[in-house]
């Protein structure tokens, strides 16, 4: 019977998302086929009904709606735009600076809004153009904005990084998004460096170099958006408040600073407030048919079985998480990043944390796993975004998107190798 179940759950999933059925939908139709396998067919969908409800129901959850609305305020607000003033003074006289723009001001989007739609949307189109004008291949601007957007899921604050501590079954939130800093920054830098090799390749010019009262300048123009970071981060450390009455604040902070730079007007927030709506509606959708799922495998202890099948494989720590992370690159590239967070991080925390991984590092390295999924065809979000913005094809954009795959996965590889990395910063700051 379990084999039976695990082979209607793999099969049925597969199924819808093959006659293009979306994945929560997909996601809940499977689980209910699989549990009609045991149970007759009203209690499964009572179950399954019920099981969602459940699954929504996690105070932990509410920051994930403020922190959707207050990254959408900032991407309307004109706080886009002076970070990227900001760092492209920090970077103008390199050669290539526009492509190095990109990446600070999107880990410095990431570190406010925490959005990874809002960094390739609002990147993409204000220096798009800009790159274009100045001779930049388009495919190589794209190839930047798309992989550079994902470090939003790793610098705190991050949705994602919720979504796992609910997964995971209690980690704490303040220990994931402070250990987020140094991996987001580490994959920023390895991206800089791949992003200056390409630079040469091309052949591209250098900007005008920045004066000290110039950066100076930009940079007290982007002080209360940085400030947002200070407030968030250092209120949630300092035990202020949690992490949901920080995305609270942040929406308005977000929502007086935009105000304040009057390029939100009153007249746009029914706009505003109905897009933040419709993100959380497919957000919350995804996440309460993974816990659904989630659940109906539990209850076919599917996690366990697998669990021992790794162990019973490999007692190797570095073997064990180099054969995750082949499976969750494989994942990534089908399945969207919340729900594989939600299914398989059950599935595999018990196994790393029995080898002795701390669950802290195994978040961090989970999710940066699936931003790579983030980026690849054919159910890449950011990368279709990234395209749509730039005006090309994927078709055209996937062999400038090769070094920076490569830049990722370096990042990854290093993250799984040295814990340290990620576990470093919460020790120092004691969360």
């Not at 802290?360 to 999710?367: A, C, L, Q, R, S």
Request: hydrophobic share 60%; glycine share 10%.
């Amino acid at each position: 019977m379990e084999v039976l179940s695990v082979l209607v759950l793999v099969l049925s999933f597969l199924f819808f998302l093959g006659i293009g059925v979306p994945v929560a939908w997909s996601l809940g139709l499977s689980s209910m086929l699989t549990l009609m396998v045991t149970v007759q067919t009203m209690p499964a969908i009572t179950t399954i009904a019920q099981r969602m409800g459940t699954g929504l129901d996690s105070f932990s959850l509410l920051a994930i709606p403020f922190f959707i609305l207050a990254g959408e305020l900032m991407n309307r607000g004109g706080i886009a735009n002076r970070l990227i003033e900001f760092a492209k003074s920090l970077t103008g006289r390199m050669r290539g600076g526009l492509l190095h723009v990109n990446i600070i001001a999107a880990m410095l989007m990431g570190a406010i809004a925490g959005s990874a739609v809002a960094a390739a949307s609002s990147m993409g189109g204000i220096l798009g153009k800009r790159m274009e004008k100045e001779g930049y291949p388009k495919e190589l601007g794209a190839a930047v904005n798309i992989t550079s957007s994902t470090t939003g899921l790793i610098i705190p604050p991050s949705n994602v990084l919720i979504v796992y501590s609910l997964a995971s079954g209690g980690v704490s939130v303040a220990a994931l998004f402070v250990a987020g800093y140094l991996p987001g920054l580490l994959v920023g830098l390895l991206l800089m460096v791949t992003a200056a090799i390409m630079v040469r390749v091309h052949k591209l010019p250098a900007g005008e170099a920045s004066s000290f009262g110039m950066i100076l300048s930009t940079f007290w123009r982007a002080v209360p958006s940085l400030f947002l970071l200070i407030v968030v981060i250092g209120g949630i450390i300092g035990g202020v408040f949690t992490a949901t009455e920080a995305s609270a604040i942040a929406v308005v902070y977000s929502l007086v600073l935009s105000l304040i730079y009057r390029e939100l007007k009153v007249k746009d927030l029914p706009s505003v407030l109905l897009k933040s709506a419709e993100t959380t509606a497919v957000v919350m959708l995804l996440i309460a048919t993974s816990m659904a799922m989630s659940w109906v495998m539990s209850s076919e202890e599917i996690p366990q079985n697998i669990s021992n099948a790794l162990l019973g494989l490999s007692d190797n720590i570095f073997v064990i998480l180099i054969m995750i992370n082949l499976l969750l690159l494989f994942v990534g590239i089908f399945m969207d990043m919340t729900p594989a967070v939600l299914i398989f991080t059950p599935i595999f925390l018990p196994v790393v944390t029995a080898l002795g991984v701390d669950p802290v590092h195994f978040g961090i390295m989970m999710v940066l796993n699936l931003c790579i999924g983030l980026c690849t065809p054919p159910v890449g979000s950011i990368l279709f975004i990234g395209v749509g913005v730039a005006n090309t094809t994927i078709q055209k954009i996937l062999k400038p998107m090769l070094p920076f795959y490569a830049a990722m996965v370096l990042a990854l590889i290093l993250i799984m190798m040295f814990p340290e990395i990620t576990l470093w910063l919460p020790r120092v700051f004691g969360v």
